[in-house]
């Protein structure tokens, strides 16, 4: 095996550092490319010089984890931060392989002597290749205290948590596939959709969606299903559906295949694939772990393996059952799994159409998808007792009681009729902190008092761009301190979906706001 010197040691972080010698590298890279939503949060925690933790982008391959890395590289540089002042590191290098972090760190700093600028930041790229990274990372803050720190993974969430008792302070900010919102603004659609309007209440400008608005926005959410998910191809409105597909079974294929199962103990990618084809084609279903483990063939213990590490890796989420009377089940028997991305569901057996069966619980899990960056991720769940059923359920996150509840109706004929809404006017009954009930249908807005309980109707395109942005605002809110959000709006307006009551007079009608009703 052959041993590198220093000097060769430092030639290869060198190559993968070129802004060092020319500044104007830094952003060539990522010219011409969107910024995703989560780029202005990791900016911003990485400026914070106060900071004892270790952020970590997380999120599958191919999502814009090292775009965002370069972009906030490019950034500090243009704003006057010293070029050498950065190093990135991708811990995937064959030359890495038998170096240990710290000694790359201290020959970093020796060399360029960066341990006279005021926090220098090392950036990590696929740190996964760390064996106990997350452990690895936070000894880091402790020798190396004058540096600030950035990694990226493609293998997250809980699975990576060593013992509970050895200190961890990496702090995940979750990168999943394109939200709706993400997706319409990668394809310059947004602004489009609205129409502008002066509001004397909210004193401010609000972009409104009437009905030609629905039918617009619904065509974006068709290609949003087939087309959207990962940056690379939904950016691109010259693909095809046969040039995504082409894609898309490539990031599957690396997600699958590669050397990434075998980090989590899985040797057999073949078993992997067929569980990963099976959740897929029934997206949005509901599964038990004796139930699935019969249908794959193997034994219980591998299939939870396997379905941890297709969550860890950002293929799938599983969402967790309530009864009738909102109260979480001690020993969870069934649970539901989506795709994180309808997408992957479209490159393995072909698009789906408007008239489509399984439309309903694509819709659902394009509703899953749009939370998968919230914080709170745990407080989306769905109920189901005897023969009913509701799609998702959101809980409070300090009293983990349910207050709202949103059942997909694609397919709207009789959408009034009381007898489609017995779950969700029997659970609202029986759950007084239920504040918001709501009916996701296709194409009809507005409400009715169904059986004593008022449900409104909302399209589930515009439900999906509404809780996109939110969940945005809120994972500011969360990593940067109450007012984030506020401070970023103010910096970049957001469009703002009008409620019916609030513009009654505007041509086209059919207008809402989510949030208000």
């Not at 984890?65 to 811990?91: C, D, E, H, N």
Request: aromatic share 8%.
């Amino acid at each position: 095996m052959p041993v590198f010197s220093d000097a060769d040691l430092f030639r290869r972080i060198a190559v993968e550092n070129p802004w060092w010698a020319d500044t104007q590298s830094a952003g060539e890279a990522t010219r011409g490319l969107g910024a995703r939503r989560l780029f202005d949060v990791v900016l911003r925690v990485v400026a914070d010089r106060n900071r004892k933790d270790i952020p970590v982008i997380v999120g599958p391959r191919q999502t814009g984890k090292t775009t965002i890395i370069r972009q906030v590289i490019a950034r500090l540089i243009a704003a006057g931060a010293p070029a050498r002042s950065i190093v990135y590191l991708s811990m995937k290098r064959p030359a890495y392989s038998d170096v240990e972090p710290a000694a790359m760190i201290k020959l970093y700093l020796s060399r360029l002597k960066t341990d006279v600028t005021p926090q220098p930041l090392v950036i990590f790229d696929d740190v996964h290749y760390l064996k106990d990274w997350r452990i690895r990372l936070t000894e880091l803050i402790d020798l190396f205290p004058s540096v600030r720190f950035l990694a990226a993974t493609s293998l997250g969430g809980p699975t990576t948590r060593g013992d509970a008792d050895k200190p961890d302070r990496t702090i995940d900010l979750a990168l999943p596939p394109l939200s709706f919102q993400e997706f319409l603004t990668l394809r310059g659609a947004e602004e489009g959709l609205f129409r502008s309007r002066i509001d004397q209440d909210r004193n401010k400008t609000m972009l409104y969606l009437d009905q030609r608005g629905v039918v617009l926005l619904n065509e974006q959410f068709q290609q949003y299903l087939n087309l959207g998910g990962f940056p690379q191809v939904a950016a691109d409105r010259r693909s095809t559906a046969h040039g995504v597909a082409d894609k898309l079974d490539e990031i599957a294929d690396r997600l699958l295949s590669s050397e990434l199962p075998g980090r989590v103990g899985i040797q057999d990618t073949r078993e992997l694939q067929r569980l990963f084809s099976l959740l897929a084609w029934q997206t949005g279903d509901e599964f038990s772990i004796d139930g699935l483990a019969q249908a794959i063939g193997v034994a219980k213990n591998t299939l939870k393996r396997q379905l941890d590490y297709l969550e860890s890796a950002g293929l799938i989420r599983r969402t967790h059952r309530l009864d009738e009377d909102g109260q979480r089940f001690q020993r969870a028997v069934t649970f539901k799994v989506h795709l994180t991305a309808p997408t992957m569901r479209a490159a393995l057996f072909g698009p789906v159409g408007v008239e489509d069966p399984i439309m309903t619980k694509i819709a659902e899990t394009a509703v899953i998808g749009q939370y998968l960056s919230d914080p709170n991720l745990d407080r989306v769940m769905y109920a189901r007792w005897t023969s009913r059923n509701i799609d998702v359920v959101v809980c409070d996150p300090v009293t983990d009681k349910p207050t709202e509840l949103y059942e997909i109706i694609w397919e709207e004929s009789g959408l009034k009729e009381a007898r489609r809404f017995t779950a969700l006017t029997g659970f609202k009954k029986r759950n007084e902190d239920v504040l918001k009930v709501q009916a996701l249908t296709q194409t009809t807005a507005g409400g009715a008092n169904i059986s004593g309980v008022d449900i409104r109707y909302l399209p589930v395109a515009a439900y999906c761009y509404w809780v996109g942005k939110q969940v945005s605002d809120r994972l500011a809110d969360y990593y940067l301190g109450p007012g984030a959000s506020a401070a970023a709006a103010e910096r970049r307006p957001a469009p703002v979906i009008a409620s019916p009551q609030q513009q009654t007079a505007a041509a086209g009608g059919g207008l809402f706001d989510p949030a208000a009703e």
